[in-house]
């Protein structure tokens, strides 16, 4: 837009050179001179009117650079969150700057009318062509053009504010004339809309805020990096997430909860536990709940319970193309935070759908109204027993990914990608027990990558 303006400013000095040239040529033909009277009132009259027509040229250019070059995206954010000065000046603007092309096409009409006009005076004052045509150049190119648009270029917002009203008045003059073009260029080009920018340009704007760069902006490098995060974070999926890969404490269903179990998940730091359990045909364990760390204060070691028979808290299985935007929102609404990232397939998704339909208390109220608003099924597994029983609303379990938190989520926002090493997600694993062996069934799955790896060129699968 700002060379469109240009090249239309350099048509209309061309124009005017041209026709100042004509002057020349028609005043060299002629024989008879026109004396100058200083002290005559119409000559003073004539100055008084150059002078005024400069000024007002110099006014109508410098405008037309102000105006135009405040973006409307540039004003909205002005006027919310500008300070009390630049609220009042967007204020101002943003209704005249919605009508980009008639303020345009107003503006050229005053100012060509307004830069036409001063070589006839010139021409009427002085009689020489070449007089106007030096005096009236001159005048135009310092007074309006260099002066104007180099101090609205600074003090855009200021000048358009403070010639609102006047800019409005000459709309209205203009109207019948400027209108129709302006709806032509509206047809043509398309009606002027603010810039809007992408996650890419947001992140690059945010970093040119910050401390260590070029600019140094006011903005600590922390807090680019968090807001650069939270910005990619939007580009992201439940894989994404789940490719990270770290030890995961889970404990087996039939495990007894007693002193030495109780330790083990004291030591384990864990507030959250997942449970599993072992599905026929599956090389992979399902997990089938959450167990609270702050619940077993209510209970009695000496009972020795399975964990089976406490009341888990039901957790989340959502697809890999889930968003992370929306698996961060969906984890900080559960209890647990914890959700089972699996790969859907079609007959996956065909049977979820399906079980939904004909058992709706499978799914909770969070997980029913995120379904809505998303392609993908969002599913709550509960704790109806011990075992995964075929045509369940639920993933097989060897299609799950991983095991992710809203600690994983989180990691993302918090840490430097450059950097990032931590990962936080668990590694869901099938640790073979012996039946016979109940400190084996017992044990908990505590594994890390160099142990599943081992185990991986053995007997185990590791997802």
């Given amino acids: 837009m700002f060379s469109s ?27 008879n001179d026109t004396n100058i009277d ?82 006839v005076l010139f021409d009427g004052l002085f009689g020489k062509g070449y007089i106007a045509v030096v005096g009236s150049t001159v005048l135009i190119v310092i007074f309006s053009e260099i002066l104007p648009q180099a101090i609205c270029s600074r003090h855009g917002l200021a000048v358009g504010a ?48 910050g401390k260590d760069s070029d600019a140094h902006g006011p903005l600590e490098h922390d807090t680019v990096e968090i807001l650069r995060n939270t910005l990619h974070l939007s580009e992201k999926t439940a894989n994404d997430i789940a490719d990270s890969t770290r030890e995961q404490y889970m404990l087996h269903e039939d495990t007894q ?53 406490l009341n888990l808290e039901s957790i989340l299985y959502v697809p890999s193309s889930t968003p992370a935007m929306t698996l961060l929102r969906m984890l900080q609404n559960e209890t647990s935070q914890m959700a089972v990232v699996y790969q859907p397939c079609q007959s996956t998704t065909t049977s979820s759908a399906s079980s939904t339909a004909e058992h709706p208390h499978s799914m909770s109220s969070s997980s029913i109204s995120s379904s809505s608003s998303q392609q993908d099924n969002y599913t709550f597994r509960h704790h109806p027993s011990s075992s995964c029983e075929n045509g369940s609303d639920l993933p097989s379990p060897d299609a799950t990914l991983a095991l992710v938190t809203l600690q994983d989520v989180l990691s993302k926002i918090l840490t430097n990608p450059k950097n990032d090493n931590g990962s936080f997600c668990g590694v869901l694993v099938h640790c073979p027990y012996s039946e016979s062996s109940s400190i084996e069934r017992r044990s908990p799955v505590w594994m890390s990558q160099q142990r599943i790896s081992n185990r991986t060129s053995s007997s185990s699968t590791v997802v």
């Fill in 38 to 119: 200083v002290k005559s009132p119409a000559f003073w009259g004539q100055i008084v009117a150059i002078i005024a027509l400069v000024i007002c040229s110099g006014i109508v250019a410098g405008l037309t650079l102000g105006l135009m070059s405040q973006d409307t995206t540039n004003l909205s954010i002005l006027a919310a969150a500008g300070t009390p000065k630049q609220r009042k000046y967007a204020a101002r603007i943003m209704p005249i700057r919605k009508n980009g092309h008639l303020v345009l096409t107003t503006l050229l009409l005053t100012n060509t009318v307004l830069n036409e006009t001063l070589p």
């Fill in 257 to 309: 909860l007693d002193m030495e179990t109780m330790n083990d998940i004291l030591k384990s730091g864990c507030t959250a536990v997942p449970i599993y359990n072992d599905v026929p045909d599956c090389k992979k364990p399902s997990i089938i709940g959450v167990l609270h760390t702050k619940s077993l204060t209510a209970l009695n070691v000496k009972d020795k319970t399975p964990l089976s028979k």
């Fill in 5 to 31: 303006i240009r090249s239309t400013a350099l048509r209309i000095w061309l124009f005017i050179v041209a026709s100042s040239l004509i002057h020349v040529t028609l005043a060299v033909d002629s024989e």
């Fill in 162 to 209: 403070f010639f609102a009203i006047p800019v409005r008045l000459l709309m209205l003059i203009w109207f019948i004339i400027a209108w129709p073009v302006a709806k032509l260029l509206d047809l043509l080009l398309g009606k002027h809309q603010g810039f809007m920018y992408g996650v890419s340009e947001l992140s690059e704007l945010i970093h040119l805020h």
